[in-house]
């Protein structure tokens, strides 16, 4: 008997049952309090674990926990606690800097906008997106490397980066599904089908998708 690989919206429906049968809460995984700290939270998060910034982000609060007192705080004394988190120099600026045009032009309030979030220093349209997701509730839908991965194994797009990616993800799946998507996404990528714990044969919704599938996918790098 011939075994078929899934057709296109067979893998959708199948991806979205499964990702909500095996994470049917999606807490969201860096800790925070309000808009501001998710988003100096997600800031820090580039090129690091979720797991080093919840580790690191305690004592910046000591330091400061509000644009209006982080934007008083030495560059050099925010880099020092974060500098665990990687790109130190930059992120410590962008974090002082950031806070000071919260400050100055937002009354100390991050701007519920996504076009305004992406002008802030060190905030680019991965970062604004999730903040409208997971602070304010707009529907977006954050894609990483993990995810653009994930999505060229799984056959849902051929993107060659992340903007393609976020385009055909969007076209495929229903937008009250996106905020709660993107999660599901990354903890099945953490746990299932990481860069190298699957190639594209092994973790269960690859093998579904693609029961025909003989050799490792190959990623197009985003």
Request: with cysteine.
């Amino acid at each position: 008997m011939t075994v078929k690989n899934l057709l296109k919206n067979e893998r959708v429906e199948f991806v979205l049952n499964r990702l909500e049968e095996l994470y049917p809460e999606t807490p969201v995984p860096l800790d925070h309090f309000d808009a501001y700290s998710l988003l100096v939270a997600v800031l820090l998060s580039a090129q690091c674990t979720d797991e080093r910034v919840n580790q690191v982000t305690p004592a910046l609060w000591e330091l400061a926990d509000n644009p209006y007192d982080m934007a008083k705080v030495p560059v050099e004394d925010i880099r020092a606690v974060i500098r665990p988190c990687g790109l130190s120099p930059q992120k410590s600026k962008a974090i002082q800097k950031l806070s000071e045009i919260l400050v100055n032009e937002y009354h100390g309030q991050v701007p519920e906008n996504m076009a305004a979030l992406e002008t802030l220093p060190g905030v680019g349209h991965k970062t604004a997106s999730v903040v409208m997701a997971q602070a304010f509730g707009h529907p977006a839908f954050p894609v990483d490397t993990h995810i653009h991965r994930l999505a060229q194994r799984w056959g849902l797009t051929s993107g060659k980066n992340v903007v393609q990616t976020e385009k055909d993800l969007k076209r495929l799946f229903p937008k009250d599904k996106w905020n709660k998507l993107h999660l599901q996404i990354i903890f099945y990528g953490r746990e299932y089908c990481s860069a190298r714990g699957c190639d594209g044969t092994v973790c269960e919704i690859c093998t579904t998708c693609y029961p025909a599938r003989k050799h490792p996918k190959k990623i197009k790098k985003a």
